[in-house]
């Protein structure tokens, strides 16, 4: 009964609408682009002996490697364009080889899906510290960076639950209202705000009842539209 109540709520219009699923769409992108702002010289440098210790090679002049690495950097603008490097490029990236090419282009996707947390570890730390503004430039990996961004990141504000409940202490007691007592009429669509809150609200007293899926189900049924796309 007090399930039922609640999802007339939901499924007679107050929440199923374009502007909250438009909130559930990510947001957050993996940027694929090179970071600009890093001279691929300096990646050379931080990345030159990983480089080196994939290969059994007795050329290991460092200086070799980095002038090479430094060169291919920005030619590597994806994964397809590796194989053409390595083929039509041989004197920009020797002596590098194909493996190494290879290696390179991972390091540089890792270095580039950290570019956030990278920018705002750089504007936490002491600018004339260089040699850790050297480490942070070149780091592909994210445990070291946020080791490293720990001291700076700010408190947490508790769950979404903790926040709703701090925050619109009036529709928490309204939702469990609701739920404690069916058969109720339902408060006005306005004193159900805002939306995502109430929505994460439902759900968690849903969540503890694994049988309310069925009557979700049929209530959906009854008071939404569902438009399916077939595939040829």
């Not at 050379?44 to 490697?65: F, H, M, P, T, Y």
């Not at 090419?101 to 600018?127: G, M, N, Q």
């Not at 694994?210 to 796309?229: F, G, N, R, S």
Request: charged share 20%.
């Amino acid at each position: 009964g007090a399930a039922l109540t609640m999802l007339k709520a939901l499924c007679c219009g107050l929440l199923v609408r374009q502007p909250f699923r438009s909130t559930m769409t990510s947001s957050a992108s993996t940027t694929r682009r090179f970071l600009s702002s890093v001279d691929p010289a300096v990646l050379a440098q931080g990345w030159s002996k990983q480089l080196l210790s994939v290969e059994d090679s007795s050329n290991n002049d460092l200086r070799a490697i980095v002038q090479a690495t430094t060169q291919t950097l920005p030619l590597l603008e994806d994964a397809s364009s590796v194989p053409f490097v390595c083929r039509y490029r041989t004197e920009v990236i020797h002596p590098l080889t194909t493996r190494q090419v290879f290696l390179l282009h991972t390091l540089k996707e890792k270095h580039a899906s950290l570019a956030t947390l990278r920018t705002k570890l750089l504007e936490c730390i002491d600018s004339h510290d260089v040699a850790l503004q050297q480490r942070i430039q070149t780091s592909t990996s994210k445990s070291e960076l946020e080791d490293l961004y720990a001291p700076f990141k700010p408190p947490s504000k508790g769950s979404i639950l903790e926040r709703i409940q701090k925050e619109h202490p009036k529709l928490v007691e309204i939702v469990d209202n609701l739920w404690n007592n069916p058969g109720i009429t339902l408060p006005p669509a306005k004193s159900l705000q805002p939306q995502s809150a109430l929505v994460h609200l439902l759900g968690t007293k849903i969540a503890g009842h694994a049988q309310i899926v069925d009557l979700v189900m049929e209530e959906l049924v009854k008071h939404c539209l569902v438009k399916t796309t077939s595939c040829s």
